[in-house]
């Protein structure tokens, strides 16, 4: 169908067109035509070509709806390689560089190349969190892509957490909570809406409960999401239990964080009365599955699943391909059913990269769907390759045995971001050099 008579911009022809539309579905030899930043045509060729500015026959390639990466700390390709095998994240861990130790110019040099690699894997949104917010978003919002981001709020005194010290400061949280609302009015909205701001309560272990109340009320007043992990250490489980009597999750119900602006990431142990809190309150689960099972951990994502809980993806640290992280989401939950089954199949964990981190962001009207109408946020991956064929089953070869590298194109607004496998409004190599040299002065130091 076309929703526009006037030439379309851009009309992309003979592609395999993966919708995520459960009305459409997956569509062979399609034509999509793109007008004003909207998706404005959508059919088979057979049924007719409209006119159009720009027209790229395409065959041999798969679109796809833009991925959501709904929680990212791109600075912390600082630590790939290392942390990984340390059994923890970097901020809880002595020995490796925290990013409250780089510089603004390091912070935004290791950002951009976090979030270039996760825009040439093909997400189009990324919820990025971490110090020096201010400074990472101006940089990572020039490469064109939607940044959901937030400062790293918390009230602990991170200095000593990684000595096992868990000591709350007023000053710390006041302090990072203006440094969020500053953010919020500067940027909130910005760049034709691709900008948002979120609050990035980071952990119900690392902030207080009073504090947890106030960035509760204070996200409720200007209808922010909250960004935050949950229950992602036995840590976090066993000091927020000594110190109130409750779970993680019951203790954000308690504060009024649980709600369904709440992005909970990890939600590792979780038990089935906190899968019922998350259920009730429209929370949305953001699954970590790369970076969990790396350390060892399964995440009850079949039971969040069963209890009606909207799942998202994201990559989280040290890599920013979504489409191994969809791979790992479906092996993961296999290993924790313990076999194959109808409820986790290929197009599920699609869903969970596009249309649920949508759902989660607040866009689902917008993105997460290759549909007429929405946004022309799209990825095209070249599926001519020798791992990407045949095509007896396009969504179930893509996520078995794509990679982010597969990527040729990538749009958000209908504005092209990647070609050929490049950043036509960036210097990738720059990017490298960049982030390089922050990464080995920060090793340096610690």
Request: with cysteine; net charge negative.
């Amino acid at each position: 169908m076309t929703s526009v008579q006037h030439p379309l911009d851009l009309l992309l022809t003979g592609v395999t067109a993966i919708t995520g539309d459960p009305a459409t579905g997956i569509m062979e030899d399609a034509a999509i035509g793109i007008s004003d930043g909207r998706i404005a045509h959508l059919a088979p060729v057979s049924a007719g070509l409209p006119a159009a500015e720009r027209t790229l026959h395409r065959p041999g390639r798969l679109v796809t709806p833009g991925f959501v990466n709904a929680h990212l700390h791109a600075v912390l390709v600082m630590v790939r390689g290392v942390a990984a095998d340390l059994g923890f994240a970097p901020s809880y861990t002595p020995g490796v560089p925290k990013g409250t130790d780089a510089t603004p110019e390091e912070a935004r040099a290791l950002a951009r190349l976090g979030v270039a690699e996760a825009l040439l894997s093909g997400s189009t949104l990324v919820c990025d969190h971490f110090v020096h917010a201010e400074a990472t978003l101006e940089a990572v919002a020039e490469l064109g892509l939607r940044v959901h981001a937030g400062w790293r709020v918390h009230d602990v005194d991170f200095a000593r957490v990684p000595q096992g010290e868990w000591r709350f400061d007023a000053g710390i949280g006041e302090d990072l909570l203006r440094r969020t609302l500053d953010l919020h009015d500067r940027w909130h909205g910005a760049l034709n809406g691709r900008i948002a701001v979120q609050m990035a309560a980071h952990a119900p272990d690392t902030c207080s409960p009073g504090f947890l109340r106030t960035l509760a009320a204070e996200a409720s007043a200007r209808g922010m999401r909250v960004n935050t992990h949950l229950a992602q250490s036995r840590v976090e489980v066993e000091r927020v239990r000594a110190s109130t009597g409750l779970s993680p999750a019951a203790l954000l119900e308690e504060t009024g964080m649980l709600n369904e602006r709440l992005l909970a990431t990890h939600c590792l142990y979780v038990d089935d009365d906190d899968i019922a809190r998350l259920a009730r309150a429209g929370v949305h689960a953001v699954h970590v599955p790369k970076c969990n099972a790396a350390s060892g951990r399964l995440a009850p994502t079949p039971a969040l699943k069963a209890a009606g809980v909207n799942l998202a993806l994201c990559t989280d640290t040290q890599h920013g391909d979504m489409v191994e992280t969809m791979r790992w989401a479906l092996a993961t939950a296999r290993i924790g059913q313990g076999g194959v089954s109808a409820d986790w199949q290929p197009a599920d964990v699609f869903r969970m990269a596009t249309l649920g981190g949508a759902e989660a962001v607040g866009m689902a009207d917008r993105i997460g769907t290759l549909t007429v109408g929405k946004c022309a946020d799209l990825v095209v991956f070249d599926s001519r390759r020798p791992h990407l064929r045949p095509q007896t089953n396009p969504l179930g070869t893509l996520v078995h045995t794509g990679q982010g590298r597969d990527v040729e194109m990538v749009m958000v607004d209908g504005e092209v971001l990647v070609e050929d496998g490049r950043l036509p409004r960036a210097d990738l190599e720059r990017i490298c050099i960049e982030a390089d040299e922050a990464a080995r002065a920060l090793w340096a130091r610690a």
